[in-house]
């Protein structure tokens, strides 16, 4: 008996949608592109749970007949394509024919359709790819699919989604894409009975930008225009002042021919026209329309078409370059004020150049510090910069002298049971710490300066440390937060900052109000999408506020469950990254030697909260073995 035997239809269309039908937003993707397809003007996208309990997509386009809606329903059944040759000029989103036979393989299926001049339409009923039951029905004009119970019969691939929340923001960005690609549709949203999105159809793509991101973000965008008539290649569309940024790629849409996409060489072509104008942490909001010969691409590269083979990718690099380019760059006969932003307020930044060694300043004398900071973390942020690389440098030997006189006056009590580095040794106590995997100095540890403002260089009587400043200060940071049980001490603002968000990042914030009030951010609505910012922790500088309420919901929308442990610790990592001290700061001997201290009494503090190394020891030894000075006395040289 033959060990090779062909499938049966039944479980073909199972693992054929294992590759079509990935998630709720994947069902969502192939109806509604059909519904495009279908010359539809009006599309209505339903949701529950997410999509795992109940979707529905209903669209005013042309419907199919009782025998077409038959045969619609059968593996590679397709109107877009009839021949292999018919490939290479594909001009519609959907044409494989899997998408209706591989849905109705996992959920409760049920089309309703009707088109014109037809008195009654057809209803198809399918439950987990069982024979289709068909009658005739009263319906509207156009086409209406409902899938229910997704995955019922696939219990292992359901339970390898993520939350619904997650499921249902993954829609909404895919239905904000897909208004975005076809202004001229009006695009309707309905998560759990409410109205999450809504487009006016009128063909304007401002217009629908306006609706989906709000009148703040319309108010920043600079139009794309480029023409190539040799290569017919056309660019169009919108991207923000470097003012206006986001913490991913999330509100960057590509779209090639009618078609969403993902491609690298054009996203690292935006990357590079922005290079000198945004900080490395930000991207702007971009809608890109480019419109290339059907020749010159190939659509069927990846399953589920979100990728795109271009047959001269470097073309298409330099174009959108150049687009992105002509756009943030002022053009003379408009002045400066046209971008404004881009040069209100310059960010600086760490380049690639050789390196240089900065020597450990000197702060203000002691007596200028009367109120000494009570801790630390308070020290590190607070004790002043130096005026000028290098102004007050001090030698080895002055550093030490001075680091103890200050010890003296500001810690008496500790100063006068510290042992002088000279005469430091490991202690029963100190190898006990150190067998435990505490970070233990060997006596007085005392920093020597900084490489390239980025990393802290350090001693002690047996070693060389090396560290990297703004991880070991993410990691002080992120136990001192954790360590707060009650919540993160705030500051009060000021003048309360106005923030606009959109649908989703709002339902987010409605969602998890306690946590960002336990993370220090007190809020409150103001208005459609706005919410008012009172309260900032203690330790946030108020600039980087915003910047840390988006990451946080970056964060939140991301994560695989809705643990309170898990949600919280995943915030206070993008606070405490976000309020610590950052590569390319300038840090004075003090600020320095804070750093040092504190990171020594965190419970983990070799690693960053995201897992990156902070400090790098070189004990006297691995120096010697570095150098070659083995076989001999060291103290003799």
Known sequence: MSSIHVLDDKTINKIAAGEVVERPASVVKELVENSIDAGAKKIEVEILAGGTSFIRVTDDGKGMSREDAEVAILRHATSKIREAGDLLTVGTLGFRGEALPTIAAVSRFRLKTREAGADLGTQV?????????????????????????????????????????????????????????HPEIAFRFINNNKMALLTPGSGNLFDTVQALYGAQVADSLLSLSLVNEAEGLRISGFITKPSMLKSSRAWQTIIVNGRIIENRAISKAIDNAYKSLVPKSG?????????????????????????????????????????????????????????????????????????????????????????????????????????????????????????????????PAQAAQAPSAEAATPTPAAARQAADGALVYEGSVVPIGQVDRTYIIAQDAKGLYIVDQHAAHERILFDKFS?????????????????????????????????????????????????????????????????IVREILVSLSDLHSVSAAELRKAALATTACRAAIKAGDELNLRQMQMILEALSETAYPFTCPHGRPTILKFSSDELAKMFKRTGFDLRKR
Not at 137 to 160: H, M, W, Y
């Open 483 to 547: 360590a707060l049980a009650d919540g993160i001490p705030s500051q009060q603002l000021l003048v309360h900052q106005i923030l606009s968000f959109d649908e989703r990042e709002s339902a987010l914030i409605e969602e998890h109000q306690e946590l960002f009030a336990r993370l220090g951010f007190r809020m409150e609505p103001c208005g459609e999408r706005e919410f008012r910012l009172m309260e900032i922790p203690a330790d946030v500088p108020a600039g980087e506020a915003e910047d």
């Open 283 to 411: 991207f702007p909001m971009a809608v890109l329309l480019l419109d290339v010969p059907p020749r010159t691409i190939d659509v069927n590269v990846h399953p589920q078409k979100s990728e795109m083979k271009f047959e001269d990718e470097g073309l298409i690099f330099k174009a959108v370059y150049k687009a992105v380019l002509d756009a943030v760059r002022p053009a003379e006969d408009l002045g400066l004020a046209r971008v404004a932003a881009v040069v209100e307020r310059p960010e600086t930044h760490v380049t690639m150049e050789p390196m240089h060694f900065v020597p450990a300043s000197a702060p203000p004398a002691p007596a200028a510090r009367v109120n000494a900071p009570r801790t630390p973390y308070e020290a590190v942020r607070q004790a002043p910069f130096p005026a000028a690389a290098g102004s007050g440098a001090l030698g080895l030997a002055e550093a030490q002298a001075h680091l103890r006189e200050e010890q003296r006056v500001q810690y």
């Open 125 to 181: 009923e399918i439950s987990g790819g069982k024979a289709p039951e068909i009658r005739e029905t009263g319906t509207s004009l156009g086409t209406t699919i409902q899938v229910e119970d997704l995955f019922f019969n696939t219990p292992a691939r359901k339970k390898f989604l993520k939350t619904n929340h997650t499921e249902a923001a993954r829609i909404h960005d895919f239905i904000v894409k897909l208004a975005l690609s």
